[in-house]
């Protein structure tokens, strides 16, 4: 038979294993578990989580005008919902909070996994977060296929930015969108700006062509690079680089320095022959390790330089007002299409013109002709 639980008070209760042998009735260890008690009568049932009161358009306003984390973060998630109830709020919040917009310095970052853009991000935060910044990161993770939600969990990673009072970290799923960078990065933005964020970094998934969604929405675009990849980086980072206001080689440290030195150099090459991104400015390349800390001043040094740059041409300016034109035609696509897609006629026929194309019954281009014709276009 197992030995009885010691008694305590007269009750056997079990001891702590973390309390020193030979020490149970030791007054200066005096900790035991305590089985817990339910009053006569009550239910094994869990109340309902009680709902958060919803906000008003004035309590978003003045919540993120006040800096508060809580308000801003319910901000955020009232311009990401597609219910279009909350699309028609977070509008009017949009547009009470405009005319505190525009003054934080927004920077796009963006490299293959395994780059260390969360682990540099959080020690480059820090740094500007130290100096009296304040830094929103908007971090956009590639979904799950199985719950639509966030799977590399940036917030986790960026564990000591995450609790800085001068930095606020928002991981949001992609969705599938269009570069990894969802639909309603623009609108958080705003958010943070408004809340006093005077520098602002978009972190998002992948590299190539498609990395243009963020380039449209941000002033500086910073790609990070890995040496020793391979040939298969090669293949796919020239259309990213023609983007890119600044290079990245990340983990220049260690065994890793070598080659990281001599990637800086091929890279150095590379660019001399390509197209500035930005008007005014020529594309630098430059090592850094987030792990040592090098070269992370630097990176900020290089970024002060290119808004100063972009300051004295104009080019920062006249970029911003062409991406807000650019935003206006992509969020009129983005209702066109809804509108045409939820259309009774079109659902009616959508599945079987579709199956016709996909049959060979019907071409592509007299399926398209078909369902726009059902949709009176």
Known sequence: MPDPLPLHDGCPQPRPDWVPEGCASDPAFATWVMQGVRPSGASTVRPPARRRPALSTEDYVRGVLARDPGVLGRAITLVESNAPAHQRQAQEVLAALLPHTGRARRVGLTGIPGAGKSTFIEAFGLRLA??????????????????GGSILGDKVRMEKLCRHPHAFIRPSPSGGSLGGVTRKTREAILVCEAAGYDVVLVETVGVGQNEVAVRAMVDAFVVFLIAGAGDELQGIKKGVIELADLLVINKA??????????????????????????????????????????????????????????????????????????????????HLRAGFYGAEPVQARQAEIE?????????PMAGALALLAAGGR
């Not at 041409?313 to 206006?328: D, I, L, P």
């Open 253 to 334: 440290d260690g065994d890793n320095l070598p080659r990281c030195l001599a990637a800086l150099a091929e890279m150095k090459r590379v660019l001399h022959y390509l197209r500035h991104a930005t008007e005014g400015w020529q594309t630098t390349v430059q090592t850094a390790s987030a792990r040592t800390g090098d070269g992370v001043a630097d990176v900020w040094a290089t970024l002060g330089q290119f808004f100063t740059t972009g300051e004295r041409t104009g080019s920062t300016a006249r970029r911003r007002r062409e991406q807000a034109v650019a935003w206006m035609h992509a969020l009129i696509e983005e």
């Open 130 to 147: 130290e100096q009296g910044h304040r830094v929103a990161v908007l971090a956009i993770d590639p979904s799950s296929a199985v719950t």
């Open 355 to 363: 199956n016709a194309v996909a049959n060979g019954a019907l071409a």
